[in-house]
Structure formats: C-alpha cells, structure tokens
C-alpha cells in the first residue's frame, strides 16, 4: 500500500492505533505507580512509605495488564516489526522485564517481613527505577533507528548499538516524567506533610520533565530526515509550534495548582495531558512507519484474515478491560486512609 499523507483507515492502521493506545495507555497509569517506587528514595520514613504504597495497592497489577497487550498485539499483529525491535532492544527489554519482576515481587513481600524491610524498600526502588529507565531507552533506541537487512528481513546491526547517548537521555527523560506523574498522583491521593513534601517535588519535577521535553523535541528531528520535514517541512512547523505551545498551556495550569490547595486533581491531569500530547508527538514523527524509517505498518502487518480475526477477539476483551480498569479507579478514588491499606 503506497503511503500517504492522510491516514487511511483499513485493518493495518485500526491495528496500529490499537497498539499505540495500549502502550499509551500503560505509560500513564504504570507510569505514575513507577515514579512512585522511585520516590520512595526520597521519603524514608516507614509510614510514609506505607501510605505511598497503599495508595496503588488496588490498581497497580492491573495498570499492568495494557503493556501485555501492546506487546502481544505487535506480536500478532505486525510480526515482521516484532522480529526486527526485540533483537536490537533485546537488553534494555530483558532488564525492563526482570526490573518489573522485582519490583512486583518486593510489592508483595515487604508486607510480609519487618527484618527485610528495607531490602525489599531497595528492590522496590531499583526495579521502579530500572523499569522507567530501560523503557526509555527502548524507547530512544527505536526512535533513532534500527539497522536491518532488508532482502534478509531480520536485524543486521550489533548487540549495543541502542546505548547512544540519545537514548540514556531519553531513558532519564522518561524516568523524570513517571517521578513527576507521581508525584502529582500523591498529591492528588495524601494529605498532611507528606501531600506537601510532594507539591514541591512535583514543582521541580515539573520544571525538569518540560526541560527534557524541549531536549527531545529538538534532538529527535535531526535523527531521522523523515522526522525533520514531518516537523518543519512547510505548514508543519506551525503543527509543531501547536503541539509546544499546548505543553506549555498544560505545564502553566500543573504549576498554577500546585499552589492552590483543594486542586488536588488538576495537577496529576495536566502532568497526564502532557505525556498524551508528547506520545502523540512522537507516534506523528514515526507514522507510517513502525521501525523508522525502514519498514512501514504495511510492510509489517499480518495477514488481512489475521487481523480480521485478532480484531473480534480485541473488540471484544479491550472493552472488558476498560470498563474493570474504570471501575477499580472509581471504588478506590479519594484520598487514602493513613491508618488503613494494604496488608
């Protein structure tokens, strides 16, 4: 299928969109209980520590859930694509896997012991920590490129080529952003001293994730020549000078009610809204492409009655999952009770 500038919306693209919407959909809710295990570093004390667990207890596994998703719809449903990135991101994957398998196990079981407390507080700590990063430089190392042996179909390039210092600035990026998502997910959950100790941080974390975010956008059209005519080729620069100035209108609303109390909503949605807007940013650089830019989705895409029959099965279980992700956030929404939770 010739590419276009318009979106055409046959199986290959639904299928995108529905692979795109469930990352996009991982990164804002896993995102956030990530950044907490990264702020547990800074809030050492154990009953603090306890209230910032307990306030995802309900909804953490489940968050969860979109990444099996993502990962399996790529599977199914562009396996050529599936082929090419894992080899080459076959590091910061694994250690985003076993950093995930830490980090939920040490969730469990720092519950269960008083002695190894602290152990488990570290691992916590170290998989949230190394789960964000790996996911950005996966990330990163997509965006950049992947070297591949067309007439081959299969990866051609080494087993480092993702650790550039792009994708390390990438995966702290993404790192900042989770911190700065819960923080405002704290601040939106707690109360007292520990709702103010994170109105500040997400104050500096803010500050932070809007810097990264102009490092980004300005580094990643030079990567590709694809990205920099997508971005400043003709009227798209005033797109781009859109998308900047949207940021910026949401990142003046997140630090306007981090000074106003009682708007303890408004700053976990602008943090939300930015991560939205800079995902679909980068979805925009990459269209139409899936292994930029070597390979579009139609070049990667399954056959039509694959994806015709993975579409009955996903129109079917994505509903599900929303409607219990929806209703698990609904019965525990407010704030935490600081003398009850998870046990």
């Known amino acids: 299928m010739p590419i276009a500038d318009g979106v055409s919306f046959d199986l290959t693209v639904i299928w995108a969109f529905i692979i795109a919407f469930a990352v996009l959909v991982y990164v804002v809710l896993d995102g956030f209980d990530l950044g907490l295990g990264m702020l547990f570093a800074v809030e050492p004390e ?30 199914a449903a562009f396996p050529l694509a599936y082929a090419l990135i894992l080899p080459a991101l076959y590091v910061p994957i694994i250690v985003m896997l076993l950093a995930l398998i830490f980090r939920g196990v040490a969730f469990e079981f720092r519950w269960k012991t008083k002695r190894w407390r602290p152990v488990w507080d570290l691992a916590f700590i170290g998989g949230s920590t190394m789960a964000a990063v790996a996911q950005g430089v996966a990330l990163g ?3 950049q490129g992947i070297d591949i042996d067309k007439a081959a179909r299969s990866y051609s390039g080494g087993w480092w080529d993702w ?20 923080a405002t997910w ?8 520990l709702q103010e100790r994170m109105r500040g941080r997400a104050w500096l974390l803010g ?3 809007v810097a990264f975010m102009g490092v980004v956008s300005l580094w990643t059209p030079f990567l590709q020549d694809g990205y920099y005519s997508r971005w400043f080729g003709g009227w798209n620069i005033v797109l781009a000078a859109g998308v900047a100035a949207m940021v910026g209108l ?15 909503y408004w700053p976990f949605l602008c943090a939300l809204g930015m991560f939205v807007l800079g995902f679909a940013g980068l979805g925009y650089s990459m269209y139409p492409y899936i292994v930029p830019v070597e390979v579009t989705i139609w070049e990667a895409a399954a056959p039509e009655n694959s994806q015709i029959f993975m579409l009955v099965g996903a129109a079917v279980l994505i509903p ?22 998870y046990h």
């Open 186 to 193: 704290l601040v939106m959950k707690t109360e007292g001293r």
């Open 207 to 209: 500050l932070a994730t």
């Open 46 to 75: 154990g009953h603090d520590r306890d209230v910032m667990m307990n306030s995802v207890a309900p909804v953490w596994d489940g968050n969860e859930t979109w990444l099996v998703l993502g990962g399996g719809g790529l599977f």
């Open 250 to 264: 949401l990142a003046l609303g997140m630090f306007r009610t981090l000074m106003v109390r009682h708007h303890d």
């Open 141 to 143: 190392g997509l965006l």
């Open 163 to 182: 650790l550039t210092p792009f994708t390390l600035m990438v995966g702290l990026a993404v790192a900042v952003g989770y911190m700065l998502l819960g």
């Open 320 to 341: 599900i999952i929303l409607s219990y992700t929806a209703y698990s956030y609904w019965v525990f929404r407010g704030k935490i009770d600081p003398n009850e939770g």
